[in-house]
């Protein structure tokens, strides 16, 4: 197998779980909002996006190339997957129909802060392509 074709698909296949994962993260980024949004009007019942559940299932069901996992927690080898609607994946919080601003805002910047990081990731990313590419002069 060529060695450029090999590497391609490597880098492209983080750069496809951390875009999913920021999707995922902007997805919950809107739900959020609109619950602190909402948080004075009678009888509206919070919601979230339960990200782990869906980044989980959406790995699972991606196709990718046969890796072997030598630890439950390393993640499979996945394709780009295409754009995806999330609204369809919001679930309402059980309790009261009122919304705990507190607990909102923590998860807006729990959620941020995961936004973050996969930001860091590809800036890492293109650093690390950066590098390899004026190595090769």
Same mark, same amino acid.
């Given at each position: 197998?060529?060695?450029?074709?090999?590497?391609?698909?490597?880098?492209?296949?983080?750069?496809?779980?951390?875009?999913?994962?920021?999707?995922?993260?902007?997805?919950?980024?809107?739900?959020?909002?609109?619950?602190?949004?909402?948080?004075?009007? $009678?009888?509206? =019942?919070?919601? &979230?996006?339960?990200?782990? !559940?869906?980044? +989980?299932?959406? /790995?699972?069901?991606?196709? *990718?190339?046969?890796?072997?996992?030598?630890?439950?927690?390393?993640?499979?080898?996945?394709?780009?997957?295409?754009?995806?609607?999330?609204?369809?994946?919001?679930?309402?919080?059980?309790? $009261?129909?009122? =919304?705990?601003? &507190?607990?909102?805002?923590? !998860?807006?910047? +729990?959620?941020? /802060?995961?936004?973050?990081? *996969?930001?860091?990731?590809?800036?890492?990313?293109?650093?690390?392509?950066?590098?390899?590419?004026?190595?090769?002069?």
């Amino acid at each position: 197998m060529n060695h450029l074709l090999i590497g391609k698909k490597l880098f492209d296949q983080t750069m496809a779980v951390v875009q999913r994962s920021m999707d995922l993260r902007t997805a919950r980024h809107k739900v959020l909002s609109s619950n602190i949004a909402n948080v004075e009007t $009678p009888d509206y =019942v919070s919601r &979230d996006l339960p990200f782990q !559940k869906i980044f +989980e299932r959406t /790995l699972d069901n991606a196709p *990718g190339l046969a890796m072997k996992k030598t630890h439950p927690r390393h993640l499979p080898s996945m394709e780009d997957p295409p754009y995806r609607d999330f609204s369809a994946e919001v679930e309402e919080d059980p309790g $009261p129909g009122s =919304v705990n601003i &507190d607990e909102q805002m923590a !998860k807006l910047a +729990e959620n941020n /802060l995961m936004f973050q990081a *996969g930001v860091h990731v590809l800036i890492k990313k293109f650093e690390a392509l950066k590098t390899a590419l004026s190595e090769t002069r």
